[in-house]
């Protein structure tokens, strides 16, 4: 019984301030810092607003973040990253799912740090902002893609940041 005592006040601890690490400090981050208010992309192509036409009679499920190439992207919450990958239209990408039925999404990426399966905080770094997939088109500014999606279904990210 002492053992089992003693191994709860050593284990308890540890487990309680791994716990409180992972704990997000605010509702939701900005993945891209930015010294004054954040800029959503518009230029020759579009702009980069939710719900903004696409081809096709598709909208745009996302915004897209403005910012330089190499700009660190951070995660807005923390949580599982489900998928870090490439495809033609997101170009480098990482999916990340949070509590809540949560996801989100960070597209167009020049470099990805994380790796699927990974558990990252609030606040780590996991790419930087690039110009991959459809945004390597002449015009389109360098910009994160970012989404949220609750319950599968695509959500205004203004309404989380």
Same mark, same amino acid.
């Given at each position: 019984m002492k053992k089992i005592f003693l191994f709860l006040l050593l284990i308890l601890p540890?487990?309680?301030?791994?716990?409180?690490?992972?704990l997000d400090k605010k509702p939701f981050l900005c993945p891209v810092q930015y010294k004054g208010d954040f800029i959503i992309r518009s230029d020759s192509r579009g702009d980069g607003?939710?719900?903004?036409? =696409?081809? #096709? =009679? =598709? +909208? *745009?499920? #996302?915004i897209d973040l403005l910012g330089a190439v190499g700009t660190p992207v951070v995660a807005v919450r923390s949580g599982k990253v489900i998928a870090a990958r490439s495809n033609n239209?997101? #170009?480098k990408? +990482?999916?990340?799912? *949070?509590? #809540?039925? +949560?996801?989100?999404?960070?597209? *167009?990426? %020049?470099q990805i740090y994380t790796k699927?399966?990974?558990?990252?905080? %609030?606040g780590t770094v996991l790419g930087s902002v690039g110009k991959t997939g459809n945004a390597r088109s002449n015009g389109i500014q360098p910009h994160l893609h970012f989404e949220v999606r609750k319950n599968g279904i695509a959500q205004d990210p203004l309404e989380y940041l």
């Open positions: 540890i487990y309680l301030i791994i716990s409180i690490s992972f607003t939710f719900a903004s036409p =696409r081809n #096709g =009679r =598709r +909208v *745009h499920k #996302g239209g997101m #170009g990408y +990482v999916v990340i799912s *949070h509590s #809540g039925d +949560v996801v989100t999404i960070y597209g *167009h990426l %020049q699927e399966g990974d558990f990252i905080m %609030q």
